[in-house]
């Protein structure tokens, strides 16, 4: 027998090791899961950031080579404005021209133009190493082209034929002496390309990284439940080994024990006058160990049971002056109510649960219960002042056949537990902050008729 139940505690063992380490599980999922999603946004944002970037080196290049056209076609027209629309891309990318002398009054304009030049737009701007200005316009999906004329501006092209013959138009010789006087040139260009990307991805940050994050917790999701399903498998394959445990003790111990009874109350005639104390002792470990078969087959049996109405502070306190000698559940904490459950299973429950309670080293005086109602459930409280469980323990004390009693068999919690759960309930231990233990029973009212 002793190797059955070290068989039974060795595989019990490892679901326990499980459920000790699950809320590390979870925290480490949870860890790794924001860190997934952390590097998934890291590098959705470096693919958008060279996307930007990408389109930042075209729309810079877009500008060079506008203001490149906009001076070549400047050779057969006598002003700027008349190159700018006789050339189609040209007037369908630039709205506006200016040049600005060094009063900052505009000396030559086409298009939409500020008449003044506000310096103060440069001040938060950066210019590359040829005196480039690139301010961005977000309204008109479109950049204000500046260009420092004084320093970087070449002089203009002329038209061989003109040179050659040694006369400019008048209004070409205006514009050449605005265009070597001024101080800033003045281009606006739409850019609607450039300002495509940066809505785009504007747009498509924030909706990776929810996506991003959506999946790394369903996936998180998957690998939990998962996890949870292998331990149900763990547990179920401990069941099918506690069954073959139990058949086993069933037919080893059951027969023997039957007869050391006989043989029992044989001696006990024969010896009347001696041998009695001894007797007893004998008497004693054999229902000692016919309650620890009884146990394990009712844990093995089937949960439910044969469910029936039935009133639950009468059985509660039938119970507690069956086992505690009193009613330890006062008219101001009771609120009887209808639960739905097998007699046998209800009743192993409490007295589990009462039987914990007078072993916890307390004054048995001190077992107190209440029952109440709270949104439809009827919960059941039952304390003591004994020592209370180790912290470490309380995550464990539903676990088969552990217990730091030396002569408990630790599975009264685990049978409750199952019987609880069958009818959709739950229980709970924890330590009282004045000493001693609390178990909470929480069972589904039963609102139909009796019977």
Same mark, same amino acid.
């Given at each position: ?7 039974? +505690? ?17 925290? $480490? ?11 998934? @946004? ?24 506008i203001l490149s056209t906009l001076f070549a076609s400047f050779r057969d027209y006598d002003d700027l404005g008349s190159a700018i629309e006789s050339n189609p891309v040209l007037k369908e990318r630039i709205s506006g021209f200016a040049l600005y002398g060094p009063d900052l009054t505009a000396a030559y ?5 500020? @008449? %003044? ?25 479109? %950049? ?52 495509? %990307? ?27 439940? /998962? ?11 401990? !069941?099918? %080994?506690?069954?073959?445990? $139990? ?6 111990? +059951?027969?023997?024990? #039957?007869?050391?009874? #006989? ?5 006990? +005639? ?7 104390? &001894? ?22 049996? &089937? *949960? $439910?049971?044969?469910?029936?109405? !039935? ?15 009193? /009613? ?18 209800? *009743?192993? =429950?409490?007295?589990? =649960? ?12 001190? =077992? ?10 009827? =919960? ?25 009693? @030396? ?41 139909? @008729?009796?019977?």
């Amino acid at each position: 027998m002793e190797r059955i139940l070290a068989g039974q +505690k060795q595989v019990a063992r490892e679901p326990r090791l499980w459920r000790r380490l699950l809320p590390s599980r979870v925290a $480490a999922s949870g860890f790794a899961a924001v860190l997934c999603w952390l590097l998934c @946004s890291a590098l959705t944002g470096f693919i958008i950031g060279s996307m930007r970037d990408r389109a930042r080196l075209i729309r810079d290049n877009d500008n060079e080579q506008i203001l490149s056209t906009l001076f070549a076609s400047f050779r057969d027209y006598d002003d700027l404005g008349s190159a700018i629309e006789s050339n189609p891309v040209l007037k369908e990318r630039i709205s506006g021209f200016a040049l600005y002398g060094p009063d900052l009054t505009a000396a030559y304009q086409w298009g939409t133009v500020p @008449s %003044v030049f506000d310096e103060r737009m440069l001040d938060k701007q950066s210019k590359n190493r040829f005196g480039r200005y690139t301010i961005l316009d977000k309204q008109r999906h479109g %950049v204000k082209f500046v260009l420092y004329a004084e320093r970087m501006l070449p002089p203009p092209p002329r038209r061989d034929a003109e040179t050659r013959g040694g006369h400019r138009s008048m209004v070409q010789n205006f514009f050449l002496n605005a265009l070597q006087g001024s101080r800033y040139i003045y281009i606006d260009i739409s850019h609607p390309a450039y300002w495509r %990307v940066q809505t785009f991805t504007t747009v498509l940050f924030p909706l990776c990284s929810l996506a991003f994050l959506g999946l790394v917790f369903y996936i998180r999701h998957l690998y939990r439940r /998962n996890r949870e399903y292998r331990d149900r498998i763990e547990a179920q394959k401990n !069941l099918v %080994v506690l069954g073959t445990a $139990a058949s086993t003790l069933a037919h080893e111990i +059951k027969n023997p024990l #039957l007869s050391i009874r #006989l043989q029992t109350g044989i001696l006990r +005639k024969l010896f009347q006058d001696t041998g009695q104390e &001894e007797i007893a002792i004998i008497d004693e470990e054999v229902e000692r160990l016919s309650a620890l078969i009884y146990r394990v087959n009712d844990y093995l049996r &089937e *949960a $439910a049971g044969q469910r029936t109405p !039935l009133y639950c502070l009468g059985l509660l306190v039938e119970t507690s002056r069956r086992l505690c000698g009193r /009613n330890i559940f006062s008219q101001e904490t009771a609120s009887d109510g209808l639960i739905l459950m097998d007699p046998h299973r209800a *009743a192993s =429950v409490f007295e589990n =649960v009462l039987r914990n309670a007078l072993e916890s080293e307390g004054p048995p005086e001190a =077992v107190a219960g209440s029952l109440t109602r709270n949104n439809g459930d009827l =919960v059941i409280r039952i304390w003591d002042q004994g020592k209370g469980i180790r912290e470490e323990d309380l995550k464990r004390v539903f676990d088969p056949f552990f217990t730091r009693k @030396s002569t408990g068999t630790g599975i009264g919690l685990s049978i409750s537990k199952r019987f609880v759960e069958a009818v959709h309930g739950s229980i709970t231990v924890e330590n009282r902050e004045a000493g001693g233990t609390l178990v909470t029973i929480t069972l589904p009212e039963y609102t139909g @008729s009796y019977g």
